[in-house]
């Protein structure tokens, strides 16, 4: 089993910047990727960036290209997402998560809220 813990989620206003980091243990070899969803109420669960870590390719949706940057700590099996010129339509609850498919992951974390006002 791999156990995901966040954090950095929180308040910002539109324009600015937050950092979220995941740190994953456990049966990590197991798991060939990392990398977040977002979901809000009464939305499916969206992809946002994932990084695969044999080459450290990354992968981002289309709405946070250019904003969003994925980076990653191999030593303390952490990923992290720099998130800049945040808009309002990033308000939701973003999910760490990791597994062998980017897209399909098989681990989650708990969940951390980003709210960004205008």
Known sequence: QVQLVESGGGLVQAGGS??????????????????????????????????IWSGGNTLYADSVK?????????????????????KPEDTAVYYCAAGVSPRDPRYWGQGTQVTVSS
Request: proline residues 2%; charged residues 20%; positive net charge.
């Open 18 to 51: 937050l950092r979220l980091s995941c740190a994953a243990s456990g049966r990590t070899f197991s798991s060939s990727a990392m990398g977040w969803f977002r979901q809000t109420p009464g939305k499916e669960r969206e992809f946002v960036a994932a990084i």
């Open 66 to 86: 250019g904003r969003f940057t994925l980076s990653r700590d191999n030593a303390k099996n952490t990923v992290y997402l720099q998130m800049s010129s945040l």
